[in-house]
């Protein structure tokens, strides 16, 4: 199955700075990578996603990269602010038609000091 | 516009005891339906994914189950709970199909003492 793998596990960065969280996925035939924000006790928020026939995608201040070929993408947060700061989950959708679901990252915290 | 709630918030529970969690979706219809598990400081661990009423595929072996008696209302159970069930379990649903975004419920943090 899926193994998706994220880094870092931590991230400070000063407001105003960039912040960057990549991820890596196993299944070559993986076809949607999406990225999720949670605040402390919430539930996560889908922020963007992206699917595999796309290369690059942006949201005003959040950007998501796809590189299939080294099966990897990155989520590219631009001029940080405090209320950025929270716990960020990529995940990866694989193509084992048997199970209709995504494979989560292990989350990375983002701190965004003011 | 869709929503999902779940419920309760919060619930401690010793162990032994029986568990009922209920998750509904309002605003679609026919939804996929997931249960997930976050352990502390964790990813997310997907327990258990339904596409239609009494439809229910297992992801783990483990000592909770799954029903869906109406297509929008989604039941996390188990008879007897263990020390190890306890974290934080959310709910999720998305449209049918392929590529498909999941959206989340705020999640029930479970306590067992």
């Known amino acids: 199955g899926e193994n998706v793998e994220q880094h870092p596990s931590t991230l400070s960065v000063q407001e105003g700075d960039s912040a960057v969280i990549k991820c890596t996925y196993s299944d070559s035939a993986s076809n949607y990578f999406p990225w999720y924000k949670q605040e402390l006790g919430k539930g996560p928020q889908l922020i963007i996603d992206?699917?595999?026939?796309?290369g690059e995608k942006k949201d005003q201040r959040i950007a998501v990269t796809l590189n299939k070929t080294a099966k990897h993408f990155s989520l590219h947060i631009t001029e940080t602010q405090p209320e950025d700061s929270a716990v960020y989950f990529c995940?990866?959708?694989?193509?084992?038609?048997?199970?209709?679901?995504?494979?989560f990252g292990s989350g990375t915290r983002l701190q965004v000091q003011p | 516009s869709q929503t999902i709630h779940q419920w309760p918030a919060t619930l401690v529970q010793p162990v032994g005891s029986p568990l009922s969690l209920e998750c509904t979706v309002e605003g679609t219809s026919n939804p996929n339906l997931y249960w997930y598990r976050q352990a502390a400081g964790r990813g997310l661990q997907l327990l258990f994914y339904?596409?239609?009423?009494?439809?229910i595929s297992s992801e783990v072996p483990q000592n909770l189950s799954a029903s869906r008696p109406q297509d929008r209302q989604f039941i996390l159970s188990s008879k007897k709970l263990l020390l190890s069930d306890s974290g934080f379990y959310l709910c999720?649903?998305?449209?049918?199909?392929?590529?498909?975004?999941?959206?989340f419920g705020d999640g029930t943090r479970l306590s067992i003492l």
């Open positions: 992206i699917r595999s026939n796309v």
């Open positions: 339904s596409v239609g009423i009494g439809q």
């Open positions: 999720a649903w998305s449209v049918q199909g392929a590529r498909q975004p999941q959206h």
């Open positions: 995940a990866a959708r694989g193509m084992d038609t048997g199970r209709r679901a995504l494979t």
